[in-house]
């Protein structure tokens, strides 16, 4: 017994543990979009899984019955590079093998049993790490892991703190997903279906079809001013020196900075591999080939060789092109040029090889003024959401040992 009335309890003690699986994918029909099927990849560091790459049908869940989770269910990954990452469910759902979730009996509250597992992380990690050359915590080991555990009730007060702080994180996602929803749809209305302020209806020709009079057709390499592979460096275990931004770190168009570590280099190799504003950063390798994001405000970083990094003469153009590459039809380009069966790669002329039409500097002028103010506003809300987990991370081991009494 702990003082305060706080308790060790293995994870088994505390609800039913369940390892996923996959169904058959040689059954189509298994797969479909009603019930989340929750792998490593979906966990990109929010408490909560909202969506996931894949879904399975009703068929495919019937073939995993014994791995249904229910919403609250707290799921941990146990296997290779993702280990110690950790979601909660928010619907029924289904994890791969590469995860072992607690589904809690009623006298637990699930949000505790979330913060207690994310205190105990690393040495999840820490000891998978010595088992085999690929680091794995079968349902055995992961079920006899410790959590100090007090009565109900202050479990609740306790998740409380901890959730609210969340809470805000996610809205500030949220919202900026609208932000960026916003800015796609101007961006559609303008660029795509040719509706932007002065225009005339004029048209020219081109290899596209008919274009604004006045607009250019080309390759994006034709318009950038420098593209550049990144740097050969591991990261440190230290917080010293500029950030590493890595393919791991973009998930969707965002940077996390706060989860990007630190990496030890020359000056030189600073000034050489500096990430600067509206710069645009894209994965050239791995199941990540064609993720990129556009770079705003980010502290001192640079980016890893994996990355390529291309960079324009003038914001507005970089601003268009980072907004062109979230849609559908570059990832749909990056579909059909990826090489490498079980490495999908590409290289920086491939990946820049996209066609894009460069409307007339005047109008990409207004469109700047418009979504800089938008990526503005999302920056800021990136800088709150870090600010927000800084303050989780500090409470989280505190509350999570009766540090601080609530």
């Given at each position: 017994?702990?003082?305060?009335?706080?308790?060790?309890?293995?994870?088994?003690?505390?609800?039913?543990?369940?390892?996923?699986?996959?169904?058959?994918?040689?059954?189509?029909?298994?797969?479909?979009?009603?019930?989340?099927?929750?792998?490593?990849?979906?966990?990109?560091?929010?408490?909560?899984?909202?969506?996931?790459?894949?879904?399975?049908?009703?068929?495919?869940?019937?073939?995993?019955?014994?791995?249904?989770?229910?919403?609250?269910?707290?799921?941990?990954?146990?296997?290779?590079?993702?280990?110690?990452?950790?979601?909660?469910?928010?619907?029924?759902?289904?994890?791969?093998?590469?995860?072992?979730?607690?589904?809690?009996?009623?006298?637990?509250?699930?949000?505790?049993?979330?913060?207690?597992?994310?205190?105990?992380?690393?040495?999840?990690?820490?000891a998978a790490h010595h088992s085999t050359a690929v680091p794995i915590l079968n349902k055995s080991a992961f079920s006899d892991f410790?959590?100090?555990?007090?009565?109900?009730?202050?479990?609740?007060?306790?998740?409380?703190?901890?959730?609210?702080?969340?809470?805000?994180?996610?809205?500030?996602?949220?919202?900026?997903?609208?932000?960026?929803?916003?800015?796609?749809?101007?961006?559609?209305?303008?660029?795509?279906?040719?509706?932007?302020?002065?225009?005339?209806?004029?048209?020219?020709?081109?290899?596209?079809?008919?274009?604004?009079?006045?607009?250019?057709?080309?390759?994006?390499?034709?318009?950038?001013?420098?593209?550049?592979?990144?740097?050969?460096?591991s990261a440190s275990i230290e917080e010293i020196g500029p950030h590493f931004l890595r393919i791991t770190d973009i998930q969707k168009?965002?940077?996390?900075?706060?989860?990007?570590?630190?990496?030890?280099?020359?000056?030189?190799?600073?000034?050489?591999?500096?990430?600067?504003?509206?710069?645009?950063?894209?994965?050239?390798?791995?199941?990540?080939?064609?993720?990129?994001?556009?770079?705003?405000?980010?502290?001192?970083?640079?980016?890893?060789?994996?990355?390529?990094?291309?960079?324009?003469?003038?914001?507005?153009?970089?601003?268009?092109v980072g907004k062109l590459l979230r849609r559908k039809q570059y990832f749909e380009f990056i579909d059909s040029i990826k090489s490498?069966?079980?490495?999908?790669?590409?290289?920086?002329?491939?990946?820049?090889?996209?066609?894009?039409?460069?409307?007339?500097?005047?109008?990409?002028?207004?469109?700047?003024?418009?979504?800089?103010?938008?990526?503005?506003?999302?920056?800021?809300?990136?800088?709150?959401?870090?600010?927000?987990?800084?303050?989780?991370?500090?409470?989280?081991?505190?509350?999570?040992?009766?540090?601080?009494?609530?």
């Amino acid at each position: 017994m702990i003082a305060g009335g706080w308790k060790p309890l293995k994870i088994g003690e505390i609800g039913r543990v369940v390892t996923g699986k996959t169904p058959s994918t040689h059954i189509l029909e298994n797969f479909g979009d009603k019930y989340p099927f929750i792998t490593p990849r979906d966990m990109t560091g929010k408490k909560r899984i909202s969506d996931t790459e894949r879904y399975l049908s009703e068929k495919g869940k019937i073939s995993v019955k014994n791995c249904l989770l229910p919403a609250n269910a707290i799921c941990v990954s146990c296997i290779g590079s993702d280990m110690g990452k950790v979601v909660m469910t928010s619907q029924d759902s289904i994890t791969n093998q590469q995860l072992n979730s607690v589904v809690c009996s009623d006298s637990f509250n699930p949000d505790f049993v979330y913060y207690s597992i994310i205190k105990i992380s690393d040495e999840l990690r820490n000891a998978a790490h010595h088992s085999t050359a690929v680091p794995i915590l079968n349902k055995s080991a992961f079920s006899d892991f410790e959590i100090d555990v007090p009565d109900l009730p202050t479990q609740t007060r306790i998740a409380a703190i901890l959730s609210a702080l969340d809470d805000k994180i996610e809205m500030n996602r949220q919202t900026n997903a609208t932000l960026e929803a916003i800015a796609q749809a101007i961006f559609k209305e303008w660029f795509v279906d040719f509706r932007f302020p002065g225009a005339t209806g004029e048209m020219q020709d081109c290899e596209l079809g008919p274009i604004p009079k006045g607009w250019q057709h080309g390759k994006i390499k034709d318009f950038t001013k420098r593209i550049q592979y990144g740097l050969t460096q591991s990261a440190s275990i230290e917080e010293i020196g500029p950030h590493f931004l890595r393919i791991t770190d973009i998930q969707k168009g965002r940077i996390n900075w706060k989860s990007v570590p630190y990496c030890l280099v020359d000056k030189k190799d600073i000034e050489k591999y500096k990430i600067e504003n509206y710069d645009i950063v894209i994965a050239r390798t791995g199941a990540s080939t064609g993720e990129n994001a556009l770079v705003v405000n980010s502290p001192e970083s640079v980016f890893a060789s994996y990355l390529i990094r291309i960079q324009f003469e003038q914001p507005e153009l970089a601003l268009y092109v980072g907004k062109l590459l979230r849609r559908k039809q570059y990832f749909e380009f990056i579909d059909s040029i990826k090489s490498g069966s079980a490495q999908p790669n590409a290289n920086a002329q491939q990946l820049t090889d996209f066609d894009i039409l460069l409307p007339t500097i005047d109008i990409l002028k207004e469109y700047f003024v418009i979504i800089e103010q938008v990526e503005q506003l999302k920056a800021e809300h990136q800088v709150s959401s870090t600010t927000l987990a800084q303050i989780r991370d500090i409470l989280l081991p505190k509350l999570m040992s009766g540090g601080i009494e609530v």
